[in-house]
């Protein structure tokens, strides 16, 4: 899974037990936790790809369909989401439709070993769990190993990428994360999650204007973001007193 790497705490927590519960077949419970933190981080691609899953089991092929659709609108590459959305329409009748989402995937160049692209994007994703992993365990040189290893396989997949920064400013890597951070935000300006990220490098290199300026462009696309708010008012106090 490509899970939540800026989820909150209470995020996080509500993520996990989710995703417990979808392990052991309780899906009331875990649709209610899932369905938690997809309202307040709404760009978690995994978290609409397993609300997807729950929802095509319980027989809401309405619901399921809407999941799998906003999964694959966040990450045109997500193979499992796409696959699940075909099925989806297949179950509901809608062949060409079914169709037209496998034929539609994202082309990406094979590599000399002939990998298609829906595996390719399967293996990076994979490539990216072992990342968080080592990352969730304190190794942060694996996590980027691992990060940049999914990435040579589908350098577009953006939420990789910012996880690899994240794990580069965590190691003592500024200069890396910035450049990682910025590719992010060429291919999308309004990634809220790297938006703060790169204010909090910025603001580790004594660079304070751009990093309010970085916390505003968050709150811009996130007019609701705490933690980008906290930053900012913490910055504009700081700046204040030194005035």
């Not at 939420?159 to 060429?186: K, N, T």
Request: charged fraction near 30%.
């Amino acid at each position: 899974m490509r899970s939540a790497a800026r989820l909150s705490a209470d995020e996080r927590v509500s993520y996990q037990i989710g995703v417990r519960h979808f392990e052991c077949g309780e899906d009331d419970a875990a649709i209610e936790h899932l369905t938690r933190v997809v309202a307040t981080r709404p760009r978690f691609a995994d978290v609409h790809y397993l609300l997807g899953l729950l929802y095509e089991r319980r027989g809401d092929l309405d619901e399921a369909t809407h999941r799998f659709e906003a999964a694959v609108s966040l990450n045109p590459a997500y193979a499992e989401a796409r696959l699940a959305l075909a099925t989806v329409w297949e179950r509901r009748g809608d062949f060409d439709r079914s169709e037209a989402i496998v034929l539609g995937a994202p082309r990406q160049a094979q590599t000399t070993s002939g990998v298609d692209a829906l595996t390719q994007a399967k293996l990076a994703n994979l490539q990216a769990a072992l990342g968080d992993a080592y990352r969730q365990a304190g190794d942060h040189a694996e996590a980027v190993a691992a990060y940049r290893k999914a990435l040579d396989r589908c350098p577009h997949f953006h939420d990789i990428r910012y996880r690899l920064a994240v794990a580069l400013r965590e190691i003592g890597l500024p200069d890396q994360a910035i450049r990682e951070l910025e590719r992010v935000l060429r291919a999308n300006p309004a990634y809220a999650d790297a938006c703060v990220q790169l204010g909090l490098v910025y603001w580790s290199l004594g660079q304070a204007d751009r990093a309010q300026e970085q916390w505003r462009a968050a709150l811009r696309a996130e007019p609701a973001r705490q933690d980008a708010g906290a930053y900012l008012r913490l910055a504009e106090r700081r700046t204040v007193r030194q005035a």
